[in-house]
């Protein structure tokens, strides 16, 4: 079946430590997008790549970094420089990005607690 | 930048009837629509592009007015399944964030027996 994933599903660090989230898709999408997810505030843009080698800062970028050396995966790392990293992670693609080909898949998420 | 939705939560008996609201200050290209349960990820329903193009779901419904940068989602008959938080994403055709969606909070709602 096709799909995103994404893992680990929970995730524990200490504060001061970098971590990766993993996401995988193989919708064989072009476009391919990190949102975090805090209560009461609705998804919120961190990274987005239209294409392989080539992604684009979204609203909220700073103490976060990503690469997409290929087209099925596009990791976050979350680095010690993000002021309050505690979230759920959501990854999500798209055929493309406009139109009819904007529709947006979702993975089933990563929560990171950092303490 | 970010849309504005209302209401913010809704709770309904079964069978009813719900509108979903999202205003935005900016010009739209297009408006998407997606439920999230609880814990789960956010599932696509409609996209509703500038033209009057739609695509999404054949049970929910929901209309975009260009002038007054509005879309709504007119869920009909409600069923149980259909709780969860709705969020609306607005795509702007200019500008910094050109060609990414914007959410709103979302709209919690919840169906009762």
């Known amino acids: 079946d096709g799909g995103i994933t994404q893992s680990p599903k929970y995730l524990f660090r200490k504060e001061g430590q970098n971590v990766t989230l993993s996401c995988e898709q193989n919708?064989?999408?072009?476009?391919m997008y990190w949102y975090r997810q805090d209560p009461g505030q609705g998804l919120r843009l961190i990274y987005y790549?239209?294409?392989?080698?080539?992604?684009q800062k979204g609203d909220i970028a700073e103490g976060y970094s990503v690469s997409r050396e290929k087209k099925e995966s596009f990791p976050l790392t979350v680095t010690s420089a993000q002021k309050n990293p505690t979230a759920f992670y959501l990854c999500?693609?798209?055929?493309?990005?406009?139109?009819?080909?904007?529709?947006?898949?979702f993975g089933p998420g990563t929560r990171l607690t950092v303490t | 930048q970010q849309p504005v939705q209302s209401p913010q939560a809704v709770i309904l008996r079964e069978g009813e009837d719900a509108v979903i609201n999202c205003s935005s200050s900016?010009?739209?290209?297009?408006v998407h629509w997606y439920r999230q349960k609880h814990g789960e990820a956010p599932v696509f329903l409609m996209i509703?592009?500038?033209?009057?193009e739609q695509k999404g779901h054949d049970k929910i419904s929901a209309s975009f007015n260009e002038k007054k940068q509005q879309s709504s989602l007119y869920l009909t008959a409600s069923q149980l399944s259909y709780s969860g938080t709705y969020f609306c994403?607005?795509?702007?055709?200019?500008?910094?964030?050109?060609?990414?969606?914007?959410f709103g909070k979302g709209t919690k709602l919840s169906v009762k027996p």
């Open positions: 999500a693609s798209s055929p493309g990005t406009s139109g009819r080909e904007y529709e947006q898949y």
């Open positions: 919708l064989n999408h072009d476009a």
């Open positions: 790549s239209q294409i392989v080698n080539d992604f």
């Open positions: 900016k010009a739209l290209y297009s």
């Open positions: 509703l592009l500038k033209g009057g």
């Open positions: 994403g607005t795509e702007v055709p200019y500008g910094g964030s050109q060609g990414n969606l914007i």
